[in-house]
């Protein structure tokens, strides 16, 4: 028996046989409310509600997870197997057993319902659910799933799902077919999720707009009412794969329609010209101590010619840790204040901020430029902006570079004339926050900056609307770093090692993923082992870093580590980002098991950045296959590109995307790592689309509008 045999048939609704009548279905509208079906149990709105399910359309395109094949029905079992099969036999025998006093087992024997079959028969057992029984007779025929076990000389099947047959000329939702298995919730099973999504397709009208086809006709075959019924009740694994990828198409191509739609903003907005001639470039980098890599003056080119240009500058840089990002963003800055604007430059936490302010007075004050600080801990400190007093004469004027962090969101710092505004470590920032800095009139330039490479493809989404340079040439000067795993036991080893490098003048960071011990997490803590570093590295000198300590302090406690004062900063990831000690050359990372790849690699970037050999120790007691294949990748690259892909491998991209940070929908099909090669199309039929009708007025074109506008509602409703 078959399904493509079966397919036809009225399905059933729940246990029993009984199809859902016809003269009762009533027409829905895909926008309509679940509450307003009237046939939907509150509790079962309650825990819809919990998997963010409220409308007809939201649980039609909750999407089955994966199918299970319950299609076949082979002869019964004589061996057992850790794969679920489907079977249909007739009930020969029931049994009630105790045991334990008030415990149960009801015990039903199936027998091939074909009488030339020679297989043994199968005993299903179901402990302790009293309902059971009162459903299975003998003489009916029944359809069970489940893996076979062999116990004693019997097969059994425990707790199977089954179903029994009353009429053999109706199909199940449940099986004799491929099956949906949906993401489920506490009070929500699978049948039920299967019944009421069954009921919904039968309801919906044939001409409800909702359903109507998203992609143009020459991306996805079909129409996307057929899909959506074809990957919910497929009747053949070809017509399942084929309505996944109708589907994927349509969702990829709604996010590439709006991501095109915003570059297409971008580029109409018109801003102004914020490039000077360059000499104060010229003079920047005849003053520097090193020469600009290849990549680096490659990049400087594309951001001038941005710069130059009428329309606003989006563009993301992307280079690894150390590659010389500072550098670049710095050249940019000069060519718009040379140009008579002032340049924002907004980073993650108050320590990278205090840094990039440091350089930037170091490298500009010979040159007069004005640079002011303003984070969140100088917001109420300092009041308004500083003014600078003009050498020569007694004109104060405002700062032309301003670094801060979120602080320079609020409104109590004003622009006077922003040119440009520089993102460093943008993933840090929400979409919306870096919005408040860019949506200005007339629009400022916008440059972010990113030490995590991406995958391509990922380019292609989140950052779909930018365009990207890439620093894919290291400076000269750093130095090697040589990354090792060793295993907790071995800390007396490395604390020999860690010694030996203090004792030639180097300095050492010891990283804990938490500030303080956990009942819950089994890992070790900063604040919990700080004593102990003392203790352990004594006379030389140790001080601790988290993101409790006041920010005051905090900065006193960089700046003791950047001049030497202290030998050891025991810290947490506080360090993951921008700290730029050139003798610090060691680091010890704890539980480096309970770290994600990228972000080791990040906190790996904080040595090696001056030249002396460089040490990265990767502590942990993990004996888990991921972990060790995990930690591997470090020990075998440095390169953060080659490490980019193996985090998306090892850990694909359902982090990476769907979040506030990303500006753009969750997924509720598509796979970014799996269907890569369906986004490739999706983004060429959008960006074509964009191209010859920018503002969709063609009839044919015209539906995408509301495509952008519901895209663009529910990006905001992540974000909220």
Known sequence: MNSAKLSHRSPTTDHGSQAFPKELASSVAISQSLEELGWIPRPKLLALRRLGIETVEDLLTHFPRRHEDRTEFPQFPRE?????????????????????????????????????????PLVCRWFNLHYVQKMIATGQRMVVFGKPRLRGKRIC??????????????????????????????????????????????ELPSTDAGLERLTPSNLAKGERRDAIRAIHFPASWEARDAAHEHLVLTEFFAMQMLIASRRADASIRQGEKHCGAGALLDRLLKSLPFELTAAQSRVISEIRHDLAASHAMNRLLQGDVGSGKTAVAIAAMLLAVEGGYQAAFMAPTQILAEQHYDVLQRWLDPLGIRVALRTAARQEESGPLPLFEHAGNSERQEPQIIVGTHALLY???????????????????????RAQ????????????????????????????????????????????????????????????????????????????????????????????????????????????????????????????????????????????VGVDVPNASVMLIENAERFGL???????????????????????????????????????????????????????????????????????????KTDAHLMRRARAAAVSILERDPPLELPENQRFRRLIVEQQGRTFSNVS
């Open 437 to 576: 800095l860019s949506a200005r009139e007339p629009a400022p330039d916008v440059l972010v900056m990113t030490a995590t490479p991406i995958p391509r493809t990922l380019t292609m989404t989140i950052y779909g609307d930018l365009d990207v340079s890439t620093i894919d040439e290291m400076p000269r000067n750093r130095g090697k770093i040589i990354t090792a795993v060793r295993d907790e036991s071995k800390l007396g080893e490395v604390l020999a090692f860690l010694r030996t490098r203090l004792e030639a003048g180097r300095q050492l960071y010891v990283i804990y993923p938490l500030i303080d011990e956990s009942e819950k997490l089994d890992a070790k803590a900063a604040a919990a082992e700080y004593e102990l570093w003392r203790e352990r590295l004594h006379p030389f000198r140790c001080d601790l870093l988290h993101g409790r300590i006041p920010p005051s302090e905090k900065q006193e406690i960089m700046e003791r580590f950047r001049n030497g004062e202290t030998s050891a900063l025991i810290s947490t990831t506080v360090l993951e």
């Open 598 to 672: 990228a972000q080791l690699h990040q906190l790996r970037g904080r040595i090696g950045r001056g030249e002396h050999k460089s040490y990265c120790i990767l502590l942990t007691s993990a004996q888990a296959k991921e972990a060790s294949a995990k930690l591997a990748v470090l020990e075998r690259t440095r390169d953060g590109f080659e490490v980019a892909e193996a985090d998306w491998e090892l850990r694909g991209p359902g982090d990476l995307l769907g979040t506030a940070q990303s500006g753009l929908p969750a997924l509720k099909i598509g796979n970014l």
């Open 80 to 120: 057992e197997s850790d794969v679920p099969i489907c079977l249909c036999g007739e009930v020969t025998k029931t049994s009630l057993r105790r045991f334990g006093g008030w415990r149960k087992i009801f015990e039903v024997t199936l027998q091939e319902s074909n009488p030339n079959a020679l297989s043994e």
């Open 157 to 202: 099947m425990d707790h199977p799902e089954f179903e029994v047959i009353e009429n053999d000329e109706e199909i199940s939702i449940h099986f004799r077919r491929i099956t949906p298995i949906y993401p489920a919730t506490e009070g929500l099973s699978q049948r039920v999720l299967r019944g009421m999504i069954y009921r919904l397709l039968n």
């Open 411 to 433: 409104d109590k710092v004003s622009f006077s004339n922003l040119g440009l505004v520089v993102v460093d470590e943008q993933h840090k920032f929400g979409v919306a926050q």
